[in-house]
């Protein structure tokens, strides 16, 4: 019995989030019905993040025990074949039994996307969320500073049914614009629900002139979900990176 690592890729719009669902399609179910298919095995799939319904993912990383002897090489054109459009296998690579995808990653990295214009665009409003008002953006770097390190992040954490601590080290949060787009990354130990979507509403806000400049530290110490801003629309956001 191997345990095996993989790299993927999925786009998240007609998905109800990373985990199996009883009442919608996860990403999760659909990988596990692929090696069903593709191996005649049933196993369980572990992601390193359970990514949000509408929410992508260009390096996902998921582990899972197989005993079928296929070389790793073929895996992923195998599990491709059984799998949706939506969904790619990037990479396969055999790992120690110990190792856990979500348990051993030490950083994870998201990109949020805004396009800054009032034109549609069929295309680009699938991954972005599309804003027509002018953003300050010199000021909204500057105020994501106040991010970086490690805090309580209770102030951008959504109403969870899960039990865990709202601390967390961010180690980087860039904002830069590129023509009509505005782009954040973010990396950090760990990520709270809706917490990266939340921290993008509250740059926005203040990039709109809806906050002032200064909000973001009063904000982060408060440690209150109702003095942060909106909660950044699912499209936007891509998980791109998980390190161990």
């Known amino acids: 019995m191997r345990n095996i690592k993989l790299t993927i890729s999925y786009d998240g719009t007609g998905y109800s989030g990373w985990q199996a669902q009883t009442n919608g399609r996860g990403v999760q ?10 191996f005649g095995e049933k196993r369980r799939v572990a ?18 025990k197989l005993s079928a002897p296929i070389p790793f090489e073929r895996i992923p054109h195998a599990l491709n074949a059984a799998l949706p459009a939506t969904i790619a296998v990037i990479k396969a690579e ?10 051993k990653a030490k950083v994870k990295s998201y990109r949020y996307h805004i396009v800054n214009s009032a034109q549609r665009d ?5 991954y972005s969320w599309r804003l027509q008002y002018e953003l300050n953006v010199t000021l909204m770097k500057k105020e994501a500073k106040w991010l970086v390190g490690k805090h309580d992040f209770k102030s951008f954490q959504a109403s969870d049914t899960r039990e865990r601590s ?4 961010i180690y980087k949060l860039d904002v830069r614009k590129k023509g009509n787009a505005i782009i954040f990354d973010i990396a950090a130990n760990g990520f709270l629900y809706n917490m990266v979507r939340n921290i993008v509403g509250t740059l926005v806000d203040i990039g709109r002139g809806y906050s002032p400049a200064g909000s973001m530290k009063r904000i982060l110490a408060a440690k209150d979900r109702k003095l942060a801003g909106p909660t950044a629309p699912a499209r936007g956001l891509f998980l791109i990176e998980v390190k161990y």
Do not use: C, M, Y
Request: glycine content about 8%; hydrophobic content about 30%; overall charge neutral.
């Open 166 to 169: 709202s601390v967390r080290t």
């Open 94 to 103: 055999k790992v120690p039994p110990s190792f856990n995808s979500q348990h």
């Open 29 to 38: 179910t659909e990988l596990e019905t692929a090696i069903e298919k593709a």
């Open 122 to 126: 069929p295309f680009g409003d699938r």
């Open 47 to 64: 992601g390193a993040s359970r990514t949000d319904a509408g929410v992508h993912a260009k390096g996902q990383v998921v582990d899972f």
